[in-house]
């Protein structure tokens, strides 16, 4: 089964363009959670969907930053304007359920703003 | 959120059995004990998760204590592909906190 796919795995921006993460959960998985990691404040959650609907969203670092779920397999983060302090690995992960069920992480978008 | 304390690093001889301590004092009754590992620019992994009893699967055994504020994660013959941080995350099982909170971790070294 494929698991859940990010894209881009990489990219590199200039300060001030917007950015646009992209993300398909596992088929199936109805929670989907956006993760950001970095060498300072290590991972951290960002905000998570339950059927495409936001639960919580307090980890939503200010106005800049801005996350969709249009379907049941799709999802995008999107930061405008980008700031090099967004540089960081944003990981998307999905689970089955809420209740307890495992989550599994894709790979990552790395992120570099110049 | 149920917090957790893992020593920073640990190093372990290939071959032999990781031991990976977690202390979890305040866990509610609700809350699971997760284990993820994250090996280098990789998404984080899922090792294995349990309650109140002992668990185990083709990757791990984690053993939680009957009080059920620490836990144990056992790899039972480390290989060199398991270096890692491993983290150990309570999480709860209710409507609205079920995200994983992670830690700083423990990052482990097998050494050849």
């Known amino acids: 089964d494929a698991g859940v796919i990010q894209s881009p795995r990489h990219e590199v921006t200039e300060m001030g363009q917007e950015v646009t993460l992209r993300c398909k959960p596992i088929s199936g998985h109805n929670s989907l959670f956006w993760y950001r990691q970095t060498m300072m404040r290590g991972l951290e959650l960002l905000i998570y969907?339950?059927?495409?609907?936001?639960?919580?969203d307090s980890g939503m670092p200010e106005d800049r930053f801005s996350a969709k779920m249009p379907n049941a397999s799709f999802s995008t983060l999107k930061i405008q304007p980008s700031e090099p302090r967004d540089s960081a690995v944003y990981f998307c992960?999905?689970?089955?359920?809420?209740?307890?069920?495992?989550?599994?992480f894709g790979e990552g978008s790395w992120l570099t703003v110049v | 959120d149920a917090k957790t304390t893992q020593p920073t690093s640990m190093d372990c001889a290939e071959g032999r059995a990781a031991n990976l301590p977690c202390n979890h004092s305040?866990?509610?009754?609700?809350?699971?004990v997760y284990w993820y590992r994250q090996i280098h620019s990789q998404g984080p992994q899922y090792i294995i998760h349990g309650l109140k009893n002992n668990e185990t699967n083709e990757m791990a055994s984690l053993i939680i204590t009957e009080d059920r504020k620490s836990s144990t994660l056992i790899l039972p013959h480390a290989t060199l592909r398991d270096t890692a941080v491993y983290y150990c995350?309570?999480?709860?099982?209710?409507?609205?906190?079920?995200?994983?909170?992670f830690g700083t971790g423990t990052r482990l070294t097998i050494i050849p």
């Open positions: 995350i309570v999480r709860a099982s209710n409507f609205g906190n079920e995200k994983l909170t």
């Open positions: 992960a999905s689970s089955r359920d809420v209740y307890g069920n495992t989550i599994y």
């Open positions: 305040t866990i509610s009754g609700n809350e699971y």
């Open positions: 969907f339950n059927n495409n609907v936001p639960i919580d």
